[in-house]
């Protein structure tokens, strides 16, 4: 009965944009696991975090289709038979979309926007969950943020962030489609981006750790964030896509302590028995788009579909950091 | 004393995009009133508000350059030297925003970044004042509105606008520019767009007043909204353009009062003593993004600037109504 959610996929059509990324590629497994029918769908662009080794094992039993999410004639075909779309695609760094505010809106608003239009006029009945992030929130206004808070990000990514996660409830709300976004805050696992440090600092963190090198932390490194597992964020997308009674909804997904950066360091450098770390001054470009101490209140998520996150730190870092141990080579920059 | 901020632009070298349609007219017309260094930045999309008439009588007092937020090499060279710039230039049309989504995204997000890029790049120092709009709250869950209250717009276009705000207000927190929105509510007055009903009702309800006709009110016109005469959103934007005060503020600029859609088409009826009204049942695709009754609280932005609407809504009728009544040839589908 728990588990009734997970034998729901069974069979199922479903759709991962961003399949070879991080999260999609766990998601993407996990699925292909419960036997679903597994269509993936991935620009592979160069810098983002699609790779091909992300799915090793998983080849015969997905579908891989390179396209991108602002391609509508190509949306518009693979969306048709779909009964579940996770609609993971995006540009994800903050830093990049300070630099390159155009792109960001191209891949984060265009795309999404494309995709909806696709599933409007080709496959109202999709059920679309989007990853969402906590970003959108900014700077808090007050601890432990929950989904009463005012919107007010502080960089460009969570701007475009915000509107395409409010297309998605829009499109629900007008088009009577299903649709609905999970603010995901700190994810960290296995597949994520590690070859720079321009998409979240934790998977950095993580390479330095198996590398022996030094981890630099801004400031005291007293800011707190409440992290969670890959596992558990895909956990979590398949409760939202098997139910409806998340539709036309943006929830937060975090994770269940918050820990301070400080504190994390710590345990990943014992972890993984190796690394070191450094406090040093914050970066002016940084500092402008920081929002100091963050977690969230992932209560009405939790109440919805009785999702909570299993996985402790300890855990998942140990996990995190045999895996990039045992493939580093593939999460390089000139991967092998 | 109270006119200082009037008087502080005589010879201030201002922009205004969107400066041909409706509000940047009447604001292009009054800062050439108060000797101000007037460029008009227009695209003259067919369709939308732009319209060389409004201007008339002022053309020798102010610099029109055709041109669109969405090109980056015309708007790099036309911000440099710009004081303030009222950044009014978008779609507005609820209703085209669900029809083609792309193209709202387009013009009031790509745009908007392209602005904003051309004065980061070029021209720091300008102050930018956005036309915000009260449509990002969607549905209130309380009234009166004011700032507090989450921003969830029902439609496209209020994803849109409320992406372009954040853009400005992340801009004036990382680049250090200067820049703040006001979020106006429904503007009616002389120089709107009446020749088609896709860009809200009053004006195309002053319209047929003035045509006699016979006007349409969805369900049984007891929702309330609070309207604003232009003459009164231009003083809240030449108020905003010549402050520090509001940098980095999204500020609701509201009517005084707010009265029903009934009461206003009355009023309208009586002092143009001409036209008629009927109920009529809500059509599908506008009852899905309704949000019934609304009306905001611009307490903020009146203590910030001392800023309050002054004109009654039977004055501005009256003053809509003449003049459309003396040109309204030039405000139809095919202008004389």
């Keep these: 009965m728990t588990d009734a959610y997970r034998e729901w996929y069974r069979g199922r059509r479903v759709m991962i944009t961003g399949g070879l990324g991080f999260i999609g590629s766990n998601l ?3 699925l292909a696991d419960l036997d679903a029918d597994v269509l993936v769908v991935d620009s592979l662009v160069p810098d983002y975090g699609g790779n091909l080794f992300n799915i090793a094992g998983y080849e015969s039993r997905l579908r891989v289709n390179v396209g991108d999410v602002r391609q509508q004639t190509a949306m518009d075909v693979l969306v048709r038979d779909r009964e579940v779309i996770f609609n993971l695609a995006g540009q994800v760094s903050h830093i990049d979309s300070m630099t390159d505010p155009l792109t960001d809106l191209e891949i984060n608003c265009r ?9 409007r006029h080709h496959n109202r009945d999709a059920k679309i ?6 970003q ?5 206004a007050r601890l432990p943020v929950d989904e009463r808070h005012l919107v007010r990000p502080t960089d460009i990514n969570g701007v475009n962030k915000a509107a395409a996660e409010s297309y998605h409830l829009v499109y629900d709300q007008v088009f009577g489609m299903r649709a609905c976004s999970l603010r995901l805050t700190n994810v960290y696992g296995p597949r994520q981006l590690i070859k720079h440090n321009r998409q979240g600092f934790i998977g950095w963190f993580i390479r330095l750790a198996v590398e022996g090198g030094e981890i630099q932390v801004y400031g ?7 992290f969670v597992f890959v596992d558990d964020v895909v956990d979590a ?6 139910t409806d009674v998340v539709n036309g909804e943006a929830l937060n997904v975090g994770g269940a302590q918050p820990i301070s950066h400080r504190d994390l360091v710590q345990l990943l450098i014992k972890v993984a028995g190796g690394g070191s770390v450094r406090y040093v001054d914050w970066p002016q470009e940084k500092k402008a788009i920081d929002i100091g101490s963050f977690y969230s209140d992932s209560t ?3 109440r919805a579909v009785g999702w909570s996150p299993r996985v402790s730190h300890e855990d998942g ?5 045999d895996y990039y141990r045992a493939h580093l080579p593939h999460y390089l920059e000139n991967p092998a």
């Design 111 to 119: 795309g999404q926007l494309t995709l909806l239009e696709a599933c």
């Design 136 to 140: 959108v929130y900014g700077k808090p």
């Design 237 to 242: 997308c398949l409760r939202a896509g098997a």
């Design 28 to 30: 993407a497994r996990e």
């Design 129 to 134: 969950v989007y990853a969402g992030t906590r």
């Design 220 to 226: 005291d490194g007293s800011q707190l964030r409440d």
């Design 300 to 302: 009405r998520f939790s």
């Design 317 to 321: 870092l140990r996990r995190s950091v």
